[in-house]
C-alpha cells in the first residue's frame, strides 16, 4: 500500500523549476518527474507556481511541493498502488477545476506516474506491461521514433520558422536499428552543415536538432536529404516537420520571417498560402507528417489541408491533448494524428483515455515528450504499452532525450521475438 506521497523541485532542461514526487510503498520507492510547461493558453495549467515570485524567474514550485506532501499525500495513503484508476480519481478530485489551476495538470501526472510505477514493481510486471493492462490490450509495439536533427521556430536561435525537422526511420527491421539509422545520419547531418557553413553552425537547438543560421524550409529538408543519402538510409526514412505555427500567427496571416532581423515582406503567407506550399513540399520531399501546420484555432484551413490527405496532420496546440477539443476534431476532421503530452492531461488513467480517443477515430497516436523535460522515461512505456505506433523525444542526443530512446531500446531487449517494431504501420498500429 501507499505509505507516503514526498515531492521535491527539481530543475528540466531548460533550468527551469519542475516537480519530481518520492512515492512511497510498504515495499519501496517509486519516483517520478513530469515536463515543466503545460498546454497553451486554453488548456491545463502548468504546476502551481510559488506566490512569492522572487526565485527562479517566478517559476518555482515550491507551492505545488507543499500541496503535494500534504492533501495528495494524504488523499492516497493507504491505497494499492495497482488500482491506477482510483489512485487518479482521488488525485482530480482534489483538483476539480477544469484547467487544473489547483495543483497543475504537470503536478498531478508526477503523482499519477509514481503510483504506476509502483503499480507495476507490486504486480511485478514491467512498466509498458503493467500499462498495456490498464489500456486492457496485451500490446508489445515498438514506436517508429521521430528524431529530431534540426531545431528551428521557438527552439532555436536561428532565422528558420518552423521549430523542428525530423526523421522517421520506419524502413528498420526493429527498433535498435531505427537507433542505429538516426544516430548516424545525425552525425552525417552535422559534418554537412559543418562544411557548408561552417563549424559555429553545428550549435543544437532545445530539442537537440541542429540549428544552421538557414531561414528557408526546403534548405533544412535538403540538408537533411543529404544526410540521409550519405548514410545510405535512401527510401527507408521518412520526414516529418513541427511548424508549430500558433508561434508566427500574425493576425490570420503566417510570418515566416518572424524571427529575422530584416524582413523582406515576401514571406508573409495567407493560411491558402501555407495550404499550398505544404502541397508543394509533400509533392517534393519524402515528407509523411506536420505538425501544428496552423494556428491552434484556426480549425478551418487544418481541416481543408487534412482533407487532401498529402500526409498525416498532426493536432498538438489544436488540440492541447483535451478530450473536448479531439472530439471536435475527430466529427470535423481537422487532423488525423495526436500529438499526446501526458502533462496536458494530468493523470495517467486520463492519458491512456485520449490515446483510445484517437485510435478509435483510426487517426495516428504520437507520444511526444516536452522541449522542457526531465530525465523520466515514463513515456516510452507509455507507448509501447498503448501501442502508440509514435514517439517523439527529440534528438539522439541530450539526456532528457536518450533517456526516452534508450529505455526503448532495453523494452525491445527485454521482449526478444515477442517485441514487433511499428515499422510502415507506424500510422495504423493497434493493441491486439
Ligand atoms: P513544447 O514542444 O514542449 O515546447 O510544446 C514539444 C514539441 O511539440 O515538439
Redesign the pocket.
Known amino acids: 500500500v501507499i505509505t507516503r506521497v514526498c515531492a521535491r523541485q527539481i530543475l528540466d532542461s531548460r533550468g527551469a523549476p519542475a516537480v519530481e514526487v518520492d512515492l512511497h510503498t510498504n515495499k519501496a520507492v517509486h519516483r517520478a518527474s513530469a515536463a515543466g510547461?503545460g498546454a497553451p493558453e486554453g488548456g491545463a495549467v502548468d504546476a502551481v507556481r510559488d506566490a512569492e515570485k522572487r526565485r527562479l524567474l517566478a517559476r518555482a514550485v515550491a507551492d505545488a511541493v507543499l500541496l503535494i506532501n500534504g492533501k495528495v499525500s494524504e488523499a492516497l495513503v493507504g491505497m494499492d498502488p495497482q488500482q491506477q484508476a482510483q489512485i487518479d480519481q482521488a488525485i482530480m478530485d482534489l483538483d476539480k477545476a477544469h484547467h487544473k489551476t489547483e495543483i497543475g495538470a504537470n503536478a498531478m501526472l508526477a503523482v499519477s506516474i509514481a503510483a504506476c510505477k509502483a503499480g507495476s514493481a507490486e504486480k511485478e510486471v514491467p512498466l509498458y506491461k503493467h500499462i498495456a493492462d490498464l489500456v486492457g490490450k496485451s500490446a508489445t509495439t515498438l514506436p517508429v521514433p521521430a528524431i529530431t536533427v534540426i531545431n528551428g521556430g521557438t527552439h532555436a536561435g536561428n532565422s528558420l520558422p518552423i521549430?523542428?525537422i525530423m526523421i522517421l526511420p520506419v524502413g528498420a527491421k526493429n527498433f535498435e536499428e531505427a537507433m542505429q539509422m538516426g544516430s548516424e545520419t545525425y552525425n552525417h547531418l552535422k559534418d554537412i552543415i559543418w562544411e557548408k557553413y561552417g563549424s559555429d553552425s553545428c550549435n543544437i537547438g532545445d530539442?537537440g536538432g541542429f540549428a544552421p543560421n538557414i531561414s528557408s524550409i526546403t534548405e533544412g529538408l535538403d540538408l537533411v536529404i543529404a544526410a540521409i543519402d550519405r548514410a545510405g538510409f535512401n527510401g527507408r526514412i521518412k520526414l516529418a516537420i513541427?511548424v508549430a505555427a500558433t508561434d508566427f500567427c500574425v493576425g490570420k496571416k503566417y510570418d515566416l520571417e518572424f524571427k529575422s532581423a530584416k524582413k523582406s515582406g515576401q514571406n508573409f503567407k495567407t493560411a491558402d498560402d501555407m495550404i499550398e506550399m505544404y502541397s508543394h513540399l509533400c509533392s517534393e520531399y519524402p515528407l509523411v507528417s506536420i505538425e501544428q501546420p496552423f494556428d491552434k484555432d484556426d480549425w478551418e484551413h487544418s481541416k481543408k489541408f487534412t482533407t487532401l490527405e498529402l500526409c498525416q496532420v498532426v493536432g498538438?496546440d489544436l488540440l492541447m491533448s483535451d478530450p473536448e477539443r479531439i472530439k471536435r476534431a475527430v466529427n470535423e476532421y481537422t487532423c488525423d494524428a495526436l500529438?499526446l503530452k501526458a502533462n496536458q492531461v494530468g493523470t495517467v488513467t486520463e492519458a491512456i483515455e485520449v490515446v483510445k480517443q484517437a485510435k478509435d477515430a483510426h487517426w495516428g497516436v504520437v507520444v511526444?515528450y516536452?522541449?522542457?523535460d526531465t530525465e523520466d522515461s515514463f513515456i516510452s512505456d507509455l507507448a509501447v504499452g498503448a501501442a502508440a505506433g509514435q514517439i517523439?523525444a527529440g534528438a539522439p542526443c541530450r539526456g532528457e532525450c536518450i533517456t526516452k530512446y534508450n529505455q526503448l531500446l532495453r523494452i525491445e531487449e527485454e521482449l526478444g521475438s515477442e517485441g514487433v517494431y511499428a515499422g510502415e504501420n507506424w500510422r495504423t498500429t493497434t493493441a491486439s
Do not use: H, M, N, T
Open positions: 510547461p521549430q523542428e530539442d513541427d498538438d500529438a511526444s516536452r522541449s522542457g517523439k
